[in-house]
Nanobody
């Protein structure tokens, strides 16, 4: 059974930065597709970024150039570095493994 534990959320002012982490257990992490999603109040959950086992990445247009997804296979961890944060980035951020397993989410709040 895959378990995902996110951390690193918090409250920042616009223009600030945060780094989210997601530690995975119970999977062959090194070959797993890993992704970050977010869900703002009243909105559907949306894909923010993903990284394949081979390191290929892709980003939502709204975060390109500001967010960076990376992984450390030795630590079974995927990161989301978020820079130049905007109020519209406010959401609960979820880690996803293989398109199936979800973490509990971590709140990110950006104030103007």
């Amino acid at each position: 059974q895959v378990q995902l534990v996110e951390s690193g959320g918090g409250s920042v002012q616009a223009g600030g930065s945060l780094r989210l982490s997601c530690v995975a257990s119970g999977s062959i992490f090194s070959i797993s597709y890993m992704a970050w999603y977010r869900q703002a109040p009243g909105k559907q959950r949306e894909l923010v970024a993903f990284i394949t086992g081979g390191g290929r990445t892709n980003y939502a247009d709204s975060v390109k150039g500001r967010f960076t997804i990376s992984r450390d296979n030795a630590k079974n961890t995927v990161y989301l570095e978020m820079n130049s944060l905007k109020p519209e980035d406010t959401a609960v951020y979820y880690c996803n493994e293989g398109g199936f397993s979800w973490g509990q989410g971590t709140q990110v709040t950006v104030s103007s």
